[in-house]
Structures are given as structure tokens and as C-alpha cells.
Nanobody, 125 residues
Framework: QVQLVESGGGLVQPGGSLRLSCAAS????????LGWFRQAPGKEREIVGT???????HHADSVKGRFSISRDNTKNTVYLQMNSLKPEDTAVYYC???????????????????WGKGTLVTVSS
């Protein structure tokens, strides 16, 4: 059974940066699409970015040019580099995997079936 564990969340000032990590255990995830999603208070969960097994990425329009998703298959880990953070980026960030879609695409965003518990990112002065 694969498990995903996020880390790297915290409090950051507007304009600052954070790097989230998500480590997979229990099974190698090298051939499956991975993604980051977020859910702000009172809002529905939304896609942030996805990456396929080759490293091809897709990012939501709201974060393009500021956030970057990447993966290190040697470490079974996916990352989210977040720059120029805004208060509206405040949310719980979730890592996810499409473990039933080997060699699947980053876009269209595949249905994810494995989820981490999330890490809170707060952007505030």
C-alpha cells in the first residue's frame, strides 16, 4: 500500500518562497502521474500542478510562472517550489498520485487515487 507524506509547509510572508516535498513509500511511483492540489478555507480543492513519469508538467493558470512542480524518481519524491507567494495561496496543500494510471499524462489531469494528509501553507505578514 503506497503512502504519501508531505512536508515543508509553514508561515511565510507575501512575496516569499517555500518548497514542499512529498515522499512516497510502500511502492515505487516512478511511472505514475503525481500532483499537488490545494484547498483554501471555505473553498473546494483545486489542482496546482501535475507531473508525469518523464517530467512533463502542467500547472494551473493561477500559479503559472510562480510555482513549479518537479519529481526525483531516484528518491520517489515530488516537489512543489512556490515563489512570489500571495495571501490567496494560503491553503492546505495535498500531494496525490494516480497509481492506477502507469505512464499516464500530466494533462488532462488524471484522477488521483492516493492522497497525502496535507501540509498547511499560510501566507501572511
Amino acid at each position: 500500500q503506497v503512502q504519501l507524506v508531505e512536508s515543508g509547509g509553514g508561515l511565510v510572508q507575501p512575496g516569499g518562497s517555500l518548497r514542499l516535498s512529498c515522499a512516497a513509500s510502500g511502492r515505487t511511483m516512478n511511472i505514475y502521474p503525481l500532483g499537488w492540489f490545494r484547498q483554501a478555507p471555505g473553498k473546494e480543492r483545486e489542482i496546482v500542478g501535475t507531473v508525469n513519469f518523464k517530467g512533463t508538467t502542467h500547472h494551473a493558470d493561477s500559479v503559472k510562472g510562480r510555482f513549479s512542480i518537479s519529481r526525483d524518481n531516484t528518491k520517489n519524491t515530488v516537489y512543489l517550489q512556490m515563489n512570489s507567494l500571495k495571501p490567496e495561496d494560503t491553503a492546505v496543500y495535498y500531494c496525490a498520485a494516480a497509481s492506477n494510471k502507469p505512464f499516464g499524462p500530466a494533462y488532462p489531469v488524471p484522477s488521483m487515487d492516493v492522497w497525502g494528509k496535507g501540509t498547511l501553507v499560510t501566507v501572511s505578514s
